[in-house]
């Protein structure tokens, strides 16, 4: 297998993972706290260590739009951002994945503006959910690394074409040195294989068109036709984290499981904090508290029955959400969850805490703070309250 | 021509077949009409050249008549139309007039 061991960086990480994808093209402006990635890239670029042709563009609108071009012409394409940058990237992300466009891009996940915070939060990613693209999100560096290998087979796949976003969180993992294994050159080369493409508008024998009109006779047919491929994700995702697996030894699924089979209090939790939960989940088992975690890794489509199954033993589960949904009574992945176990007769009762925003630090005492109410839930039956923000001052 | 149904279609909307525009006939968009005036056309071909559809044809290399299955009305022939001497060889009408 020849795995290299290092100790690197979340950016530093993906950048490499990039560098040993070596694709076609990118375009990309700087923004906190992703710049290093393509910093790091250009790098790669400017030292011949990679073929990609590096487009150096004026906003991040125009680099997801020099993307879309790109990708449409037949190539393999990536680029990275966060927070606003992903932000000025709206009407694009959407013109990508409307167009089956495998892009895939690398998203450092950061708070929004106003007020202005260059922080791990994940408001930016919660964002642009729904908007047709695949999401895999990280906890740590070696995950971050891996879903971007990971990313360029799926988002290519001949039955999905769709782009991917790859989300870890802004600081805590994208400046933080970890200890992570590198696969060699070669097994990346040959794990992502040569780009297929599909309808490229280079290939001038055979001319196509993107991006026409398409009017109320036939724009329905293009969501539902869309709904459908999301539908095969989960399971191309599994495919290729199976092969991943044989060349890397490390595992991955739809979602990460932790102690949850016999659990009866659980977390769901996204990204790095799912780090700080197992150490305190452990406490709690030492105690005599049976207690699980869910972390998800494939957030769009998001695998509803799979989690619901996942789920629905136990007797109280809190979601806790990064990210805010202002004026919906809960946070986005408070939702998705409360989806996925709502059609089940005997199901857990469920409360929502928003945590960490504008990366404010999540500690292991609240994770204990969490985990000591749902006992207490489990107990009773009784919910004080179903909302509430942790780790703020009043 | 019967509709398709969304397992029939392309992947992200893209056309394979080249000019496939021929089959959108945009003439019912039109609220005005352009009316030509061959008397007046000195032949410069430049309401040709800035129509953004088909709607220009042309017979042994000579301005002929408007296509009205796709001339939309957008008048902009009208407005580059030099004509001779001043006098329009296009003008624009409104329809049902
Ligand atoms: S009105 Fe517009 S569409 Fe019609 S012929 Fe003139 S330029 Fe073409
Ligand atoms: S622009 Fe006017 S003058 Fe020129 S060819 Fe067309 S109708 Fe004739």
């Known amino acids: 297998m020849g795995q290299k061991i290092v100790a690197v960086t979340g950016n530093e990480a993906v950048a490499n993972a990039l560098r040993q994808v070596n694709p076609d093209v990118s375009a990309a402006y700087p923004i906190t706290p992703a710049t290093d990635i393509m910093q790091r890239f250009t790098s790669f670029v400017s ?10 563009v004026e906003s991040e609108h125009s680099a997801m739009s020099a993307c879309i071009g790109a990708s449409a012409a037949g190539g393999r394409v990536m680029t990275a951002t966060a927070s606003q940058g992903l932000a000025l990237m709206w009407e694009l992300l959407f013109i990508a994945s409307g167009s089956r466009l495998p892009i895939v891009m690398a998203l450092v996940n950061r708070a929004l503006s106003a007020p202005l915070n260059i922080h791990g939060d994940h408001s930016d990613g919660m ?77 001038i024998e055979h001319p196509v068109s993107y991006g026409p009109l398409i009017l109320p006779d036939y724009y329905m047919e293009f969501r539902r036709a869309h709904a459908e491929v999301m539908s095969k994700v989960p399971g191309v995702v599994l495919d290729v984290a199976k092969d991943f697996e044989k060349i890397s030894g490390r595992k991955y699924g739809l979602f990460e499981t932790y102690r949850l089979d016999d659990a009866e209090v659980g977390l769901v939790i996204l990204n790095s904090a799912a780090g700080t939960s197992k150490d305190v989940i452990d406490e709690f088992r030492n105690r005599g508290i049976k207690a699980g975690l869910l972390k998800p890794r ?33 946070g986005p992945l408070f939702m998705d969850i409360a989806s996925s176990i709502y059609h089940y007769k005997n199901k857990p009762i469920l409360i929502n805490k928003i945590y960490g925003l504008g990366g404010r630090d999540y500690l292991p005492e609240h994770a204990e703070l969490v985990l000591n109410e749902l006992a207490e839930i489990a107990k009773t039956g009784k919910v004080k309250t179903f909302k509430e923000y942790i780790g703020v001052r009043e | ?56 044809k ?40």
Request: glycine share 8%; proline share 4%; hydrophobic share 40%.
């Open chain 1, 47 to 56: 030292n011949g260590l990679v073929k990609t042709e590096m487009i150096l």
């Open chain 1, 127 to 203: 964002g642009a959910r729904d908007c047709g693209w695949i999401q895999l999100w990280s906890e740590n560096a070696q995950e971050a690394y891996d879903n971007t290998i990971q990313a360029f087979r799926i988002a290519e796949h001949m039955d999905i074409r769709l782009p991917v976003m790859t989300c870890m969180d802004g600081f805590i993992i994208s400046h933080s040195i970890e200890r992570i294994e590198y696969l060699d050159d070669y097994a990346v080369k040959n794990f992502v294989g040569e780009y297929k493409q599909l309808n490229p508008l280079l290939d």
């Open chain 1, 298 to 330: 494939l957030y769009r489509p998001f695998p509803y029955e799979e989690v619901g199954e996942a789920l629905k033993h136990l007797k109280a589960v809190c979601v806790l959400d990064r990210a805010d949904a202002f004026g919906a009574s809960y």
């Open chain 2, 1 to 56: 021509m019967k509709l398709k149904g969304w397992k029939e279609l392309t992947p992200g909307a893209v056309i394979t077949e080249a000019g496939s525009a021929l089959k959108f006939k945009t003439g019912s968009w039109r609220a005005f009409r352009p009316k030509w005036i061959p008397e007046n056309c000195i032949q410069c071909m430049f309401c040709w050249i800035y129509c953004p559809d088909m709607a220009i």
């Open chain 2, 58 to 97: 042309v017979k042994d290399g000579k301005r002929a008549e408007f296509d009205y299955d796709y001339c939309k009305g957008c008048g902009i022939c009208a407005l580059e139309c030099p004509g001779k001497k001043g006098n329009k060889a296009i003008v624009m009408e409104e329809e049902g007039k």
